[in-house]
């Protein structure tokens, strides 16, 4: 992706999953957030272990006694390519969203060249899917 995208201000981040904990309680384990999902309607997400977690401020790890044996096999198998970021990720696809949202509310009036639904659609993907290839290429 273009260096000067959303994300290419950011110094790079290391790969991994989003933290989850099923329960606040201490001695409470630490799982490994899937990287895509629905949330169901209380915010909760599914793991690689399969429970359904909420999600935490930290990036899951093995080196705490906390972390889901289960959740540290599947890791190990198949650790994440992606970088774990979230809050800046999601601040810059929301601006990409937001931007393809403005274009698509645009009046037949407007000032602005007006695209067609397909075009708008097309920049947007291409423009998400950007996002996710430069992420990684800053974690390699």
Known sequence: ?????????????APGYEGGQTSIT???PTHAMRPAGICDRIGRRLTLCG???????????????????TCAAVEALRPSNQPVRLTADLAALRAIVDEAAIEFSRSERSTH?????GDILADLLERVAGLWVHSSQLAA
């Not at 992706?1 to 981040?13: E, I, K, S, Y």
């Not at 060249?113 to 639904?117: D, S, V």
């Open 51 to 69: 429970v359904l977690a909420h999600p935490i401020t930290r990036r899951f790890s093995t080196l705490g006694s906390d972390a889901c044996l």
């Open 26 to 28: 201490a001695g409470s």
């Open 113 to 117: 060249p007006m695209r067609g639904a």
């Open 1 to 13: 992706m273009n260096p000067n995208g959303p994300t290419g201000h950011m110094r790079p981040a």
